[in-house]
């Protein structure tokens, strides 16, 4: 089993920047990938970025150039720095944790966007 523990979510205005963080504990395997996802009201959950083992990086068209995902294996913890945040950037957002073998899912922290 592995544990995931987000934070960092909150109210934020458009322009204004956010760090979410993922924590993950219990039996991590060496080699894993963690992804970011979110869900607004209404939308199907989607892909926001991921990062590989080895720190390779993919970003969704919609937040490239505004969001970066970053990892610290010493601390299995993976951070989503969000900036230039727009009211549609408004979700749910959840961390993946994918091995070979197993998915597990975060409990999900809410981000908003509004003034």
């Known amino acids: 089993q592995v544990q995931l523990v987000e934070s960092g979510g909150g109210l934020v205005q458009p322009g204004g920047s956010l760090r979410l963080s993922c924590a993950a504990s219990?039996?991590?395997?060496?080699?894993?990938?963690m992804g970011w996802y979110r869900q607004a009201p209404g939308k199907q959950r989607e892909l926001v970025g991921s990062?590989?083992?080895?720190?390779?990086?993919m970003y969704a068209d919609s937040v490239k150039g505004r969001f970066t995902i970053s990892r610290d294996n010493a601390k299995n913890t993976v951070y989503l720095q969000m900036n230039s945040l727009k009211p549609e950037d408004t979700a749910v957002y959840y961390c993946?944790?994918?091995?070979?073998?197993?998915?597990?899912w975060g409990q999900g922290t809410q981000v908003t966007v509004s003034s």
């Open positions: 219990g039996s991590i395997s060496r080699i894993y990938t």
């Open positions: 990062i590989g083992s080895g720190g390779g990086t």
């Open positions: 993946r944790y994918q091995s070979l073998r197993n998915i597990y």
